[in-house]
Each structure stands twice: as C-alpha cells, then as structure tokens.
C-alpha cells in the first residue's frame, strides 16, 4: 500500500477551478499534517497550503483567496479546492504526510508522487 497518493490533476483554462485529493494510509494517531507542495519547471518546490491534523492551515500568499483545504472525517484524506486558476498556477502538485515515528518519536515525512496541473487557454 502507497503511503501517501495524489489524484484530480488536469488541464483547465485560466479562471477554471480543479479539486485536488490526497490519501494516507499513515494512521491519523501517527499523523502531525498533511501538506500540498507545487513545483513549477526550473523553480524548486513551494508550499502551497498545510494542515494539522488539529485542523490549523497555512496557505502561500500566492494562492489565499482562491485555494480551500478541507478533508474528510478521519483526516487521512484531503482535498484542496482551486478556484479562480492562473498559468503561474501550472506545476506538478506533491502531497505530503508528516508523522510520528519510533521510540522515543521522531518526525518524518513522506511524498507522493505528484499530480500535473496545467493551467492554459
């Protein structure tokens, strides 16, 4: 079973909107957050939008107003809403799931395998 799996990327024309998903199979008892990386040809990653599994977020500047996370019941899945896409929005979109680990714990971190989004007329 894949940790940590990415869906819902695509082509959509400027202004469109996409919904992203991410599913864990980390256990939410281990689980600190969960998290949406982007990164765009020739730039390095970018944070996107975290959320703890307290329900606290964090969004990118760039994306406020337009990006909502939300995920289901279990917090084991997410889904980032986005609305209002422009072309700077275009790059492979990672997911991330940061947990606890070992004895004593210990944070560690795992990636998916990304999902394109492409945003052009």
């Known amino acids: 079973q894949v940790p940590v799996v990415e869906s819902g990327g695509g082509l959509v024309q400027p202004g469109g909107s996409l919904r992203l998903t991410c599913r864990t199979s980390?256990?939410?008892?281990?689980?600190?957050?969960m998290g949406w990386y982007r990164q765009a040809p020739g730039k390095q990653r970018e944070l996107v939008v975290t959320?703890?599994?307290?329900?606290?977020?964090n969004y990118a500047d760039s994306v406020k107003g337009r990006f909502t996370i939300s995920r289901d019941n279990a917090k084991t899945t997410t889904y980032p809403q986005m609305n209002n896409l422009k072309p700077e929005d275009t790059a492979v979109y990672y997911c991330?799931?940061?947990?606890?680990?070992?004895?004593?714990?210990?944070?560690?971190?795992?990636w998916g395998q990304g999902t394109q989004v492409s945003v052009s007329s």
């Open positions: 991330n799931a940061e947990y606890y680990t070992g004895l004593p714990p210990r944070l560690d971190n795992i």
């Open positions: 959320i703890t599994t307290d329900g606290q977020t």
């Open positions: 980390i256990t939410v008892f281990a689980l600190k957050a």
